[in-house]
Structures are given as structure tokens and as C-alpha cells.
């Protein structure tokens, strides 16, 4: 059984840091998969944060780049998304999500998706 766990979330001044791991077990791991940091904020869609795949390749939505830095840890199966520079737009709850098939990776249909973990930014 996947299970994807997220942590690190808080609340914090604007201007500050944090950083969001996400601990993952059971997970298919082949020689494809992508990972990825989304948000979603009360009365908002949800929305991409930043992607990294097997080849380390990222991606980062345009509202976060330049401040937000995703990263994975195989040896430790876990996911990172570094916060800087953290402004009350960013208040959400961050999920982590996984998939191992390439066209639902290109398409950002992830399979799976931890419980999430709520960011808090004040003014």
C-alpha cells in the first residue's frame, strides 16, 4: 500500500522559510516516475507547485519560482520543498503526489497523494 506523508507545514511571518518533507512507503519505484508539491487555498483550484522526476528534472509553477526549491532524498524515500521568502499568497495546504506512469506523469494526473500539510502565512 502507497502512503505518502507529509510534514513541516506551520504557521510563519511573511518573509520566512520553511521546509515541507514528504515520507513515502510502499512506493512502486521503477525507472519512471515524477513526484510533485501542490497547493490548494480555501476557494481556490488546487494548484502545481513544483514536479521532479527520475532524472531530477523540475518544473515550478510561475507564482513560486525563484522561492521555492523541490528536491528528493531516494536513500530516504523522501520529498522536500524548500519555502523561502514566504508571502500570505502562499497560504495553503501543501500535497505531495507520486506516479510512476509516464503519461499521467506529462499530464499531472498523479495516482497518489499524501493527506496534506497546512501552510499559514501572516502579514
Known amino acids: 500500500q502507497v502512503q505518502l506523508v507529509e510534514s513541516g507545514g506551520g504557521s510563519v511571518q511573511a518573509g520566512g522559510s520553511l521546509r515541507l518533507s514528504c515520507l513515502v512507503s510502499?512506493?512502486?519505484?521503477?525507472?519512471?516516475?515524477?513526484m510533485g508539491w501542490f497547493r490548494q487555498a480555501p476557494g481556490k483550484e488546487r494548484e502545481k507547485v513544483a514536479v521532479i522526476d527520475n532524472y531530477d528534472y523540475t518544473r515550478y509553477g510561475d507564482s513560486v519560482k525563484g522561492r521555492f526549491t523541490i528536491s528528493q532524498d531516494n536513500a530516504k524515500s523522501t520529498l522536500y520543498l524548500q519555502i523561502n521568502l514566504l508571502e500570505p499568497e502562499d497560504t495553503a495546504t501543501y500535497y505531495c503526489?507520486?506516479?510512476?506512469?509516464?503519461?499521467?506523469?506529462?499530464?499531472?494526473?498523479?495516482?497518489?497523494w499524501g493527506q496534506g500539510t497546512q501552510v499559514s502565512v501572516s502579514s
Open positions: 503526489a507520486a506516479d510512476i506512469s509516464q503519461y499521467r506523469c506529462r499530464v499531472g494526473a498523479y495516482t497518489y
Open positions: 510502499g512506493y512502486p519505484y521503477g525507472s519512471q516516475y515524477c
